[in-house]
């Protein structure tokens, strides 16, 4: 949680000079902020201004500042029983804009990260074609490349809130999803180099982990959009991001992603009786199960005010969060800070692209009462982001899968922010 308070006041306090508390009261006169001054802060002089700083290439490779270590990605230890096949979180609170940095992409294995040497790599595509073909890295890096924003969230993002609010968090909620820009090969592309015969309706694709994770991914949807990644973010792909290759299969599942991708296999039919393939279903009410479920339906989260960024003060917030959704872009954002009784439209923040995180924003001034802050988001489609009890009315609470629910976080007369479900 963070301790430091900002001193700074806002805009509209300046203008009115309405400001609340002592804080504020010694903020808006520069001379009492100037004569209470701390030996680093103007107008004395700090200590980086005295000595000459570190020489260039310090860090042959940069990192984040020293005062920025708190923002990484963490695990829940009883989540699993080990570390191999387990799962981290993107802290999505401390992030800005709609990229996530590699460094901070959340992380889910199920046979620990393998480290590929790409001299040894090789990418195998085979099956119902007229021309198998193996194709280097450098092979791969010769057809013309795409460069595409998507997120990847995880089928089991918010997993842990079917029942009722568990985690006081918006890293745990919520942190199973990161979006980044793919550099690549269309599927296409290669598909079309093999020349797939007319009776090929499914992939078998295939990662070079200790899992030997294997997926099955319809035709349609692999010449639709989907691509071969080698590079994220300008740079190439992070060991445990699937360096060197991985599959990107913009607005589905995480799980249908392979990383360290090594082999297309072409069928015509799906790898069903696969143990993997079946764990991914959703439990019914009925004790049925969904079963390709694949689509990402529209989300959105409120990241601040959230439980990690509290409300420092009265007067004039900055609601800001993230929207997305798998079946296209993201049209408008509701806020509502009383449970889901009104709602306002929030600002979005371009570029709004297909199957992408959009960044949104909303100006709300808190006059100390207690407030129950929702996001809701509406994609192009005219999908409404459901309440969790109109989720659980049709699949119950047994799934772990597609929780896509509004979040509420409860704000208290103090500013503290809780994980609560209302409605
Ligand atoms: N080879 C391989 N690919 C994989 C996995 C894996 O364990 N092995 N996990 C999948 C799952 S369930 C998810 S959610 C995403 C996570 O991608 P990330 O680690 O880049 O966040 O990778 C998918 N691809
Ligand atoms: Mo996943």
Redesign the pocket.
Known sequence: MPEKKSNTPNRRQFLTGAAGGALLASAVNPAAVLAAAKENQAPNVADWSRYLGDGVVENPYGVPSEYEAHVVRRTVEWLTATRE?S?CFTPLQDLHGFITPNGL???????GV?HVNPDDFQLMVHGMVDKPLIFSLEDLKRFPAENKFHF?????NSGMEWHGAQLNSVQYTNG?I?CVQYTGVSLRTLLNECGVSSKGKWLHV????S???NRSLPMDKALDDCMVAYAMNGEMLRP???YPL??VVPGW?????????RRIEVGDQPWHAREETAK?TDLMPTGKARRFTWVMEPKSIITSPSPEKPVLQKGVQNITGLAWSGQGKVKRVDISVDGGKNWRPAKLHGPIMEKCMTRFSYEWDWNGNPALLESRAIDDTGYVQPTIKQLREIRGAESIYHNNSIQTWHVNEKGVVDNVQTR
């Open positions: 096949s799962i992409c959340f992380e889910r294995h199920h046979g393998a990847l969230e995880c089928a089991a199973m990161h295939e990662g070079g982990d899992a030997g994770m445990e991001n699937g991985r599959l599942e995480g799980n249908l992603w392979i990383k360290w991708l991914y």
